[in-house]
Nanobody
Framework: QVLLVESGGGLVQAGGSLRLSCLAS????????MGWFRQAPGKERDLAAA????????YYADSVKGRFTISRDNAKNTVYLHMNSLKPEDTAVYYC???????????????WGQGTQVTVSS
């Protein structure tokens, strides 16, 4: 069992930055790919970024490429999402999730955090 807890969300003005953290416990996450999903009100939960267990492989949705960076520190059992140049359309609840490999579909992920709200004002 892997317990995931996100933190770092909040209210930021457009153009600003935030860093989200996802702390895992219960099991080391070095063998898990980790994803950051986001879900805006009335919309589906979509993958924003993902990283392989080693950290050598990454995936970014087109909407966040060049602005978001996913990273991980396996020694700290933590995954990060650095978000720069934030836009109002980035407003959503952001979820951390763990899977055996990078996948785009949320149904593939076995473990989920409770989510953290990110609100970008214009």
């Amino acid at each position: 069992q892997v317990l995931l807890v996100e933190s770092g969300g909040g209210l930021v003005q457009a153009g600003g930055s935030l860093r989200l953290s996802c702390l895992a416990s219960g099991r080391t996450i070095s063998s898990y790919a980790m994803g950051w999903f986001r879900q805006a009100p009335g919309k589906e939960r979509d993958l924003a970024a993902a990283i392989s267990g080693s950290g050598r492989g990454t995936y970014y949705a087109d909407s966040v490429k060049g602005r978001f960076t996913i990273s991980r520190d396996n020694a700290k059992n933590t995954v990060y999402l650095h978000m720069n140049s934030l836009k109002p359309e980035d407003t959503a609840v952001y979820y951390c999730a763990a899977d055996l490999s990078i996948a785009k579909r949320p149904e593939s992920y076995d473990y989920w955090g409770q989510g953290t709200q990110v609100t970008v004002s214009s």
